[in-house]
């Protein structure tokens, strides 16, 4: 990628970020205050023997004057900044009635003040090159659930959360994205540091991966990985987004299934995977075969592997029957997959479907425009069997197989904004797009 990435932070996630942005071919430019001088020289050399460029940029993100000079000297240096990914960040551990004023100053200077500086120099500088760009906060799981003797950190990282989605809606029509990082517990210097202070107080460790349900802690490369993701073309169309990556991104399942493939998402969705290495079940009706045929021969024609299999996903018998016809031929089940998600570009469907390595929400999408007033329960009953009824059975079906593989999963499941916010019209489907995040 020729563009230049902002990235603050020496250590843990912000040198796994570095690392990674410049292997994906990025000149990145490393930021972090003075005293931190020999670790940033070390990670520079590293990124140099790597055959990566890097700059190293001394300043303190809660200055205003450093943040801009950072943003100016990059341009000066060389010529652009496309990626500004704002990671410094710290974690006051206390109790709430303990903690004081200047607990608060500091704790939302570093986490809140300075991402905002560093979201609005880079915003101003890339409006200037007028060509988008990518922009990346850092939040956290205790930025969607508060973590007890961490008041603090996680009120700042709410802020963080309300100022990447307020700023996404305004960069928007600049081109520019803006997303957050939101992980659980990632095996980090400042976690160790967390479980240390634990374990004097309670004499106890505390439960690793407490904030996910994986039963693992992610490592500071799984956190670059998203953050890889995000800056790429594959998330042109994500934004206001505060995404949690818990598990290991590095190892890519062999067997994928896709339903509604003849066409549309389902189509392209099939193709980059198979592009990717995957071996890929194509399912849809029978009265699609032959556009099957046409996707089949496109994946055979690129190298790939692909079978067809007929079904519908209302049918417990046709899904399990799905699944069961896939580990005789190919002996495994890995990913599950849906053609449907619904006001999205292909592109970013797709990337986002490389990036979770997801079981997805395998159905394709039944509609019914009208008012409320003119519907009837059959209308109701159809788009309950498509919409949630396909996605249950096919959750359950893979599942079940993934747990007799004994290795593991993803389960992703595929809405819509209208899960979020509710439209005059088709009003049954934005019902049952509400109603999925339940069975999540």
């Given amino acids: 990628l020729d563009g230049d990435s902002n990235e603050q932070g020496y250590k843990g996630i912000g040198r796994s970020i570095s690392l990674r942005l410049a292997r994906d071919g990025y000149r990145v430019v490393l930021n972090d205050v003075e005293r931190q001088a020999a670790q940033l020289e070390a990670v520079r050399t590293q990124i140099v023997e790597g055959g990566g460029q890097a700059r190293i940029q001394f300043g303190d993100v809660t200055s205003e004057t450093d943040v801009a000079k950072m943003i100016d000297n990059t341009v ?27 607990d608060l100053n500091r704790t939302f200077s570093v986490n809140y003040t300075g991402v905002f500086l560093c979201y609005k120099y880079a915003a101003l500088q890339m409006i200037k090159q007028g060509r988008g760009g990518r922009i ?21 990282k709410f802020a963080v959360r309300g100022l990447t989605q307020a700023a996404a809606s305004e960069l928007g029509q600049y081109k520019i994205t803006v997303n957050a990082y939101a992980p659980g517990v990632v095996d980090t210097a400042m976690w160790r540091e967390w479980l240390e202070a634990s374990i004097r107080e309670t004499g106890a460790e505390s439960p690793k991966g407490r904030l996910g349900v994986l039963g693992c802690d992610s490592a500071p490369g799984d956190i670059a990985g998203l953050v890889s993701f995000l800056v790429s073309k594959n998330a042109s169309m994500i934004t206001g987004q505060s995404m949690s990556e818990s598990t290991p991104t590095d190892t890519l399942p062999p067997v994928s299934i896709v339903t509604g493939a003849a066409q549309g998402i389902g189509r392209s969705i099939s193709l980059r995977l198979a592009k990717d290495g995957y071996r890929v079940v194509l399912n849809d009706l029978e009265r699609q075969t032959a556009q099957l045929e046409a996707v089949r021969a496109e994946v055979v024609e690129g190298g790939g592997e692909a079978r067809i299999q007929l079904g519908g996903v209302t049918s417990e018998t046709d899904v399990a029957k799905m699944i069961d016809d896939t580990v005789q031929e190919w002996s495994s089940v890995d990913v599950v997959h849906g053609s449907q998600c619904w006001n999205m570009h292909h592109e970013t469907v797709l990337g986002l479907s490389v990036l979770l390595i997801s079981l997805h929400s395998p159905v394709k999408f039944e509609t019914k425009f009208g008012y409320m007033t003119a519907a009837t329960v059959e209308d109701i009953d159809r788009i309950f069997s498509v919409n949630y009824i396909g996605t249950f059975l096919c959750y359950k079906y893979a599942a079940l197989q993934m747990i007799k593989q004994g290795r593991g999963g993803r389960i992703v499941g595929a809405a819509s904004l209208a899960a979020k916010q509710g439209i005059n019209s088709p009003y049954h489907y934005v019902l049952v797009l509400k109603v999925l995040p339940m069975l999540w």
């Fill in 76 to 102: 000066k240096e060389w010529n652009s900044v496309d990626v500004m990914v704002a990671n410094a960040g710290i974690l006051i551990r206390k109790r709430f009635l303990e903690s004081n004023i200047e």
């Fill in 136 to 156: 990346i906060g850092a939040a956290s799981q205790a930025a969607k659930q508060a973590v007890p003797l961490a008041s603090l950190y996680s009120s700042s």
